[in-house]
């Protein structure tokens, strides 16, 4: 993520199509992770 952020311009001075994909992403992102410790979490408890 942060490579991602270094590289990338502003969000506040791109485009809104720009801003939805580096959400969508960031969402992405963040939903797979969430999963990948909900995921440890139930296999900690068995």
């Given at each position: 993520m942060k490579k991602q952020l270094d590289g990338s311009k502003l969000l506040n001075s791109s485009g809104e199509k720009e801003q939805r994909n580096f959400f969508?992403?960031?969402?992405?992102?963040?939903?797979?992770?969430?999963?990948?410790?909900?995921?440890?979490?139930?296999f900690n408890y068995e």
């Amino acid at each position: 993520m942060k490579k991602q952020l270094d590289g990338s311009k502003l969000l506040n001075s791109s485009g809104e199509k720009e801003q939805r994909n580096f959400f969508n992403k960031m969402h992405n992102k963040i939903t797979s992770l969430k999963k990948l410790i909900e995921a440890d979490q139930e296999f900690n408890y068995e």
